[in-house]
Each structure stands twice: as C-alpha cells, then as structure tokens.
C-alpha cells in the first residue's frame, strides 16, 4: 500500500518562465487596490485614501466638497436625534408609461438606499426648531419628479402651518425628463408653496449645493429668502455648452460656479460646509429673535 499516493501538496514552485509570465501579468494589471478604499478629486485629481475624508467630505489636498448624502447632510446638520423625517413612504409611478421606468426607479433606489430623490423633515438646529428637505444628486441626478415636487410642498406647507423655516438643500439636474410634463408642473407647485411660506412672513433659506441646475434653479433654488452656496457649487440653468451655442459667445472664466454667482448678485453668500451648520444656526437664532421683539411670536 502506497501512505504518499494522497499526498496534499501545500504549495507549488513556477518555473523561471512560468515566474516571469506570472510578473509581466501583474505589471500589465497594475497593483491590486479593494474597492471602495480609494476616491478621485475631480478638481485636484489627486487619488484620496478614504479613511483620510472627515464627516464633512472635503478633500484633503484641495478642500474640494464632495457630493453628500441625505444622511451625511443630516448628520452634520441637525442636532443629534432630532431630525424626524415626513413622507418617508411616498414612491413614484410612472404616469408617461416611460419604457423601463419603473426599472430606472428600482435601480436607483438600490443604489442609494432611499425612496426617491429628496428627504425631508422636522429638526433642531443649534436648539432652533425648522423644517429642511435636502436633496440627493446619487439618486438620478437628484431630478425633480412629481414625488420630489409632492415631498417639498408638503414639506414648505408643514413649515407655513407650525410657523417655521425651511432650509432646502438642493442639488439637481433639473426635471425628471420620463415624467414629462408632470415633472415641469413642480416648479409651480413648490413655488406656490413657498409664496404662501412667504404672505405668513416665515423665513426659507436654501444652500445651493453642487451641482443645481435646470427647472430646480428656475424655481424654488433661487427664490429664498437668504441663499447660501457651497464653495465652487456649479449653479445655472442651461449648460455652457448650450449657452455658447445659441450666443456663440465665448462665456468668462468660472461662468455658474458660486464664487461668480456671488459676485453678479444671484447668491448672498458662499459658506465652508464646516462652519454652515453654525451660520444656519445663527440665522435661524436672530429670525426667531426678530419675531419675538415684532410681538409677532
């Protein structure tokens, strides 16, 4: 009887040419990084180690603001436990009869975890008491369709009834071209909302995040109160390319980015994302006090 015809072997040795195919192999292949460890800056285009970004999503390097999540946008918001979200249940259908819509809406509800692109509700800021709605650009682009247009009126509406502000945090590529016409009605109803928020003399802030564009900044982004941006947030309506091609004009230099924004008028001031849970605090601190010494409260 044979004891070694079993034998396991617990390793192998190439062969010198075997050896040189096998690092030939993974120099063409580059070197072997796990998903999910690393992110490019697209404006430094430096390669970041992941553990290396805050809870704020800057770039190390540069201090580019990464796009957030509703839920990081919540985190580094609101006062801790205070956020009580509205309408978390509410999903789309697909009234245009879009081809694979429905299969669209499910992809991007796997992706982000969420029901559809915008969340809002009730929190504290620094003790002050609003209502914010903060959109999500990783859930098609952040477009506004009848569920996003449905969530934020309900959402400005809850805000005109309990006399609060609302802060709405918007990134977008504008409307929800498979919702068609349904999606450009948005614009009006959220903006019919926001003028009644406006006639019972209640305060609505937005913070432009990147990017905000198409019908959300002919709309509802532009029409606060006080507009905050985020630094280097692309903001406009049409894109550039577009617009060069009707004017064929050459447009100047940062054309849409908030810095210039600022400058022309349509933003009242660019905020670091560290220090913007502190402004809103402290605009919503001096409105609440205004109200008080008005004998409006």
């Known amino acids: 009887m044979n004891l070694f015809s079993k034998r396991k072997n617990y390793f192998s040795l190439d062969t ?52 957030m999540t509703p839920a990081e946008r919540i985190a580094i918001t609101c006062d801790e436990g205070s956020f009580q979200e509205f309408d978390a249940d509410m999903v789309p259908e697909n009234p245009m009869e879009y081809p694979d819509y429905d299969q669209i809406i499910e992809k991007a509800q796997g992706k982000t975890k969420l029901r559809e692109a915008v969340v809002t509700g009730r929190c504290r ?24 247009g449905e969530k934020i009126t309900r959402a400005v509406e809850k805000a005109t009834e309990e006399r609060l502000p609302i802060i709405i945090f918007t990134t977008s590529g504008g409307a929800r071209m498979q919702e068609g016409i349904i999606s450009l009605m948005q614009m009006a109803k959220v903006s019919e909302a926001l003028g009644r928020h406006d006639a019972a003399g209640l305060l609505y802030i937005t913070v432009l995040t990147d990017p905000t564009t198409g019908g959300v900044t002919a709309s509802f982004a532009m029409l606060g109160d006080i507009i905050l941006s985020e630094p280097k947030a692309l903001i406009g309506f049409a894109g550039q390319r577009v617009i060069q091609g009707t004017i064929h004009q050459k447009l100047p230099e940062g054309f849409q980015r908030a810095e210039f924004q600022l400058d022309h008028g349509f933003v009242d001031r660019i905020v670091q994302r560290e220090e913007l849970r502190g402004e809103l605090g402290k605009i919503l601190k001096l409105h609440q006090t205004g109200k008080r010494g008005n004998g409006n409260e």
């Open 16 to 67: 010198p040419s075997e050896k040189k195919k096998t690092d030939r192999r993974k120099k063409e292949q580059g070197p072997s990084i796990p998903n999910g460890m690393w992110i490019k800056c697209n404006t430094c285009k430096m390669i970041i180690y992941k553990k290396e970004i805050t809870e704020y999503k800057l770039c190390p390097s540069c201090g580019a603001h990464f796009r």
């Open 125 to 148: 800021i620094e003790g002050n008491d609003a209502v914010i709605a903060i959109m999500d650009s990783h859930f098609m682009m952040g477009s506004m369709g009848s569920v996003v």
